[in-house]
C-alpha cells in the first residue's frame, strides 16, 4: 500500500514522501527492485541513489540498496521538501543568487523568508522565488524542470548560505554528502553570556520537545530524539554576550538553538528559547534600554549561516561560499562592540 504525506520525519528532519508497508507472505528482495514495483516511473539507478543518501528508510533507520526487505517490514522515502499537494506559485519575490549553474544555485536567505510552502505559508516562499527565476531565466527550454530540489532547510527567522539542487540527479547527490556529515557548514550566533573557554563540542540527542511541540530539547542519555554534535569557538567576547562560530558536524531542526539553550547560553533575543529578554547584565535603567534597543535592531534569534562547503554534484569541485552579516546583525555587533569598549552605560 502507498501512501502519500505531508508528516515531517522529526527526528530526520525529512518529509516523507511514500510509505510503504510489506506483505506478510513478501519473500526476501532487495528493495531497490522491491520499490522498482511500486513506484511508478521510478528507475533502478535512481533508488539506489536515494538509497545511498540516506533517503530510503526501513523501520525508521536508513538502509542500503542492497538491503532485503522483510514481511513488516514499514519503507519510507523522505526527502528535503514536503510533499507538493497543490501546484506551486511562481512568484516575483526578490532574492540574491550567490552562485548558479545547471544543477546548483546557491542563494543568500534573509532573515524572515520561509524556506517551503507548508501549511500557513503557501506563497512568500523561497521555493515560490525560486520557480519564478527558473522560468523567467529559461529553466523549460534548457530541460531543467522548474522547480527546485531542496537538500536542507534554514529557520525563517536565520539568515545566510543556502544551496538548492535543481535537478534530481543533482538533489541526491547532495544529499549523500548531507548523510555523510562531509559538508562544511559554519554558523555565527550572538549568544547571552561569556565563556571560561575558548572552543567546546556540544553532545546530546536533539528532538521535539516532550513540553512544547514547537520547540526542540536536548536528551544528554539519548533517550529520546537523534545524535547531534556542535563544535564552537569564540570569535568575539562583549562581557554579557559572545559571538560564536558554530560548525554543524549533525543538522537537527534548530540544533544551535537548542545546543546553546542547553549550556546556558541562549541565543539572543531567541524568543522561543528564551533569549528574548535580559539574561546577563547590570541593572542599571540605561542598560535595559540599550538591550531593549538591540532587540529592536534584530528582532529575531542572532543566527546567521555564513559558510557552506560541498563538493559538485557535477564537476566534483571542492566549492566554499561565503555570506556577510545582514544589516540587522552587522549593526546590533557594532551596538555591543560600542558598548564593550566604552562601557558608557555603566
Not at 523568508?113 to 525560486?130: E, K
Request: proline letters at 5%.
Amino acid at each position: 500500500m502507498t501512501e502519500l504525506s505531508d508528516q515531517t520525519n522529526e527526528d530526520q528532519e525529512l518529509f516523507e514522501h511514500y510509505r510503504f508497508n510489506v506483505d506478510p507472505g513478501q519473500s526476501p528482495l532487495r528493495i531497490d527492485k522491491y520499490l522498482m514495483h511500486h513506484i511508478e516511473n521510478a528507475s533502478r539507478s535512481r533508488l539506489q541513489t536515494a538509497a545511498n543518501s540516506g533517503n530510503i528508510l526501513v523501520n525508521g533507520e536508513p538502509v542500503k540498496p542492497s538491503y532485503k526487505v522483510r514481511p513488516g517490514d514499514v519503507i519510507s522515502i523522505v526527502m528535503a521538501e514536503p510533499v507538493r499537494s497543490k501546484e506551486m506559485l511562481a512568484e516575483d519575490i526578490p532574492i540574491e543568487i550567490l552562485y548558479e549553474d545547471d544543477d546548483i544555485i546557491v542563494v543568500n536567505k534573509y532573515a524572515g523568508m520561509v524556506v517551503h510552502p507548508a501549511h500557513g505559508n503557501f506563497s512568500g516562499t523561497l521555493v515560490n522565488a525560486l520557480l519564478w527565476h527558473f522560468q523567467q531565466n529559461g529553466g523549460e527550454t534548457k530541460k531543467i524542470k522548474p522547480g527546485p530540489y531542496l537538500v536542507h532547510r534554514i529557520d525563517k527567522n536565520t539568515s545566510g548560505v543556502m544551496l538548492i539542487a535543481k535537478n534530481e540527479i543533482a538533489q541526491a547527490k547532495i544529499s549523500e554528502q548531507f548523510f555523510d556529515h562531509s559538508i562544511d557548514r559554519k554558523y555565527n550566533a550572538l549568544v547571552w553570556g561569556d565563556f571560561d573557554e575558548d572552543e567546546g563540542t556540544i553532545e546530546g540527542h536533539v528532538g521535539r520537545s516532550l513540553k512544547n511541540r514547537k520547540m526542540m530539547a536536548v536528551f544528554p542519555n539519548g533517550e529520546y530524539g537523534k545524535s547531534a554534535v556542535t563544535h564552537y569557538k569564540v570569535a568575539e567576547r562583549f562581557g554579557y554576550v559572545t559571538l560564536v562560530e558554530c560548525q554543524l558536524e549533525t543538522g537537527r531542526t534548530h540544533q544551535i538553538r537548542a545546543h546553546m539553550k542547553y549550556i546556558g547560553h541562549p541565543l539572543f533575543n531567541d524568543e522561543t528559547y528564551g533569549g528574548s529578554r535580559i539574561l546577563k547584565g547590570t541593572t542599571f535603567t540605561k542598560y535595559k534600554q540599550f538591550v531593549k534597543n538591540c532587540f529592536s535592531i534584530c528582532p529575531r534569534q542572532a543566527l546567521h549561516a555564513r559558510t557552506l562547503g560541498f563538493i559538485h554534484p557535477t564537476t566534483n569541485e571542492k566549492m566554499l561560499f561565503e555570506a556577510p552579516f545582514p544589516d540587522d546583525m552587522r549593526q546590533l555587533l557594532e551596538k555591543w562592540t560600542n558598548y564593550a569598549v566604552h562601557k558608557v552605560l555603566d
